[in-house]
C-alpha cells in the first residue's frame, strides 16, 4: 500500500528556519499533517547546534514583538472602552444626585444629536442642493446651511460643557424661533391660490409649525435660566447680547432673502 503524500512537505521545503520553528512551538494553531511536516522538513535540514540556538533567539525576539503588539492593542482597545464608557455615563441623565441644570443638559444633548441626524437624513437631498448652488447663490444658501453647520459644532462643545456651546447653541435656537415665527406668520395669513394641487402641496400647516417652535423654545428656556448659564459661567449680559446681536442679524438675514 502506498503511503499518502503529506499535502504540507513541498511547500515546507521553501519556507525558513524561522516559520518552521514557529509551528513547532505553536501546534495547536495547525492541523496534525503541518505540525508532522514542518518536523521532518527541519530534520532534512540538519541545523548545526548554532544555527538551531539563533533560530530559537529569532523567535524568542518574534514573540516578545508579538506579545508587545498585543498589549499595545489591548491598551487601545481598553482606552476606547474607557473613553466610550465615559461619554456615555456623561450623558446618562439618570442619576438622582445630578443637578438639575445637569440633568436638563444631558437630556437636551441626547435628544439634539437624534434630531440633528435625523435631520441630515430626511435633509440630505436639501443640503446637498444647497452645497452644489452655493457658489451662484453663496447668501441664500449661507441661510439655508446655517442650521446644519451650527447645531452639530455646538453640541460638541455643550457635550464638553464648554461656554462656546452655549452661546453657539442659543443662537441656533433664536435663528430658529425667529424663521419660526415668520413661518407661522405665513401659516396664520396664508390664502389658496384657487389651484387645487398647488394649494395641497404648498400649504403651510399651523400645526406642524407651533410644534416646531415648541421644540426650539422649550430648550431656549431652559438654556437662559439662571442654574444654567451658571453651569457655563455664562453672565446676564452675554445672555442678552447673544440674544439681541442673533436677533439682528437673524433680521438682516430676512430683509437679504426678500431682497434675492
Excluded at 436638563?104 to 437624534?114: C, K, S
Excluded at 406668520?185 to 415648541?214: C, E, H, Y
Aim: net charge positive; with cysteine; proline share 4%.
Amino acid at each position: 500500500m502506498i503511503a499518502a503524500t503529506n499535502p504540507f512537505s513541498e511547500h515546507y521545503k521553501t519556507i525558513s528556519d524561522l516559520e518552521l520553528l514557529w509551528i513547532l512551538e505553536n501546534t495547536e494553531d495547525y492541523q496534525a499533517a503541518a505540525v508532522e511536516a514542518a518536523r521532518q522538513e527541519l530534520q532534512r535540514r540538519k541545523l548545526s547546534i548554532a544555527d538551531l540556538e539563533n533560530v530559537k533567539a529569532q523567535l524568542a525576539e518574534k514573540k516578545e514583538a508579538l506579545e508587545i503588539a498585543k498589549k499595545k492593542n489591548e491598551n487601545v482597545r481598553q482606552a476606547i472602552k474607557t473613553r466610550s464608557l465615559s461619554i456615555v455615563e456623561s450623558l446618562n441623565p439618570i442619576h438622582a444626585e445630578l443637578p438639575a441644570a445637569e440633568k436638563t443638559l444631558r437630556y437636551i444633548i441626547i435628544i439634539w444629536t437624534i434630531f440633528t441626524i435625523i435631520s441630515v437624513i430626511t435633509d440630505y437631498s436639501i443640503v446637498l442642493f444647497s452645497l452644489k448652488e452655493f457658489p451662484f447663490h453663496p447668501f441664500v444658501n449661507s441661510v439655508v446651511l446655517f442650521p446644519y453647520v451650527i447645531l452639530p459644532i455646538s453640541l460638541y462643545f455643550l457635550l464638553k460643557r464648554e461656554p462656546l456651546g452655549w452661546t453657539l447653541f442659543v443662537i441656533f435656537l433664536i435663528y430658529s424661533l425667529f424663521f419660526g415665527l415668520l413661518a407661522l406668520k405665513n401659516a396664520v395669513t396664508w390664502k389658496p391660490s384657487g389651484i387645487r394641487w398647488m394649494d395641497d402641496a404648498f400649504k403651510p400647516s399651523i400645526f406642524r409649525t407651533i410644534r416646531q417652535l415648541l421644540l426650539v423654545g422649550g430648550p431656549f428656556y431652559a438654556m437662559c435660566r439662571q442654574h444654567m448659564m451658571d453651569l457655563f459661567l455664562i453672565e446676564k449680559k452675554k445672555m442678552w447680547i447673544t440674544i439681541g446681536t442673533t436677533l439682528l442679524l437673524s433680521f438682516l438675514c430676512f430683509l437679504g432673502l426678500t431682497n434675492q
